[in-house]
Nanobody, 115 residues
Framework: VQLQASGGGLVRPGGSLRLSCASS????????VAWFRQAPGKGRQGVAA???????WTADSVKGRFTISRDNAKNTLYLQMNSLKPEDTAVYFC??????????WGQGTQVTVSS
């Protein structure tokens, strides 16, 4: 199982980024996957998740701005991030649910929101 996150970068407040998580060794149609983030000096925070049957959960802090989605044919997870704020600055990770916890993690991609 591998997850490869990409798409991070430096963006101005109010800007947008789309993160991708290319997955292999398992099917997104069979397992829940999620995005987490960790800001400097802070703990890891769940951002959004999508279950195997397509149910979506989004953290209140990003609701209305971030959208999680997946492409089953490409076995890739996405996180569309709009209206970015400086407090969204963090390393973003994708992870696969393995019951009873997330068992595989991508390497992380840095998102920096700054003017």
């Amino acid at each position: 199982v591998q997850l490869q996150a990409s798409g991070g970068g430096l963006v101005r407040p109010g800007g947008s980024l789309r993160l991708s998580c290319a997955s292999s060794g398992f099917s997104l149609r069979a397992w829940a996957v999620a995005w987490f983030r960790q800001a400097p000096g802070k703990g890891r925070q769940g951002v959004a998740a999508i279950s195997s049957d397509g149910r979506i959960w989004t953290a209140d802090s990003v609701k209305g701005r971030f959208t999680i989605s997946r492409d089953n044919a490409k076995n890739t997870l996405y996180l569309q991030m709009n209206s970015l704020k400086p407090e969204d600055t963090a390393v973003y990770f994708c992870a696969k649910w393995g019951r009873p916890e997330y068992d595989y993690w991508g390497q992380g991609t840095q998102v920096t929101v700054s003017s």
